[in-house]
């Protein structure tokens, strides 16, 4: 099912979609098209995309390709997905320690719609960050370790 979805191959092609998409939710899924955790994602991803089509707009990215982005939102598991709109980074909580990207696949389609328009009606207000309304039981944990450089 990944091939409904656009890929995005290099970083000027993640910037310039970053900031041209305007008014909707950005998803960025990072990962490899080889996982089995990325194609199930890939699938609740591209089964939701007409769906979604007024509120977001879902994008593919090769962590293996674009080695300048995983690094700097330190995707170290993937599948991970990114979320902006109009430009600016959103974050939500999952009851994580990370707050900036969504880490595993998602366990519904219906988990995912209902993070986009939870994001899209806060990013609408103004808001940076948001609660997640995926039930805490969904939401795959990862014991996150931090290094120092």
């Known amino acids: 099912m990944a091939f409904v979805l656009k890929k995005l191959e290099r970083k000027k092609e993640i910037d310039d979609v970053i900031k041209t998409t305007i008014d909707k939710v950005l998803c960025l899924r990072f990962g490899r098209d080889s996982d089995p955790g990325c194609l199930h994602c890939d699938d609740i991803l591209a089964k939701?995309?007409?769906s979604l089509s007024n509120m977001a707009d879902i994008y593919l990215v090769d962590v293996d390709q674009v080695e300048v982005y995983t690094q700097y939102f330190d995707i170290s598991l993937i599948p991970a997905t990114v979320f902006f709109f109009n430009g600016q980074?959103?974050?939500?909580?999952y009851g994580t320690q990370d707050n900036t990207k969504f880490?595993?696949?998602f366990h519904s389609k219906q988990d995912f719609i209902d993070l986009i328009e939870i994001i899209y009606?806060?990013?609408m207000k103004g808001k940076l960050i948001v609660n997640?309304?995926?039930d805490p039981k969904h939401i795959p944990r990862y014991n996150l370790l931090y290094n120092d450089i």
């Open 89 to 93: 980074h959103m974050k939500v909580d």
């Open 103 to 105: 880490i595993g696949p």
């Open 121 to 123: 009606r806060g990013a």
């Open 132 to 134: 997640s309304p995926i």
């Open 48 to 50: 939701t995309c007409h």
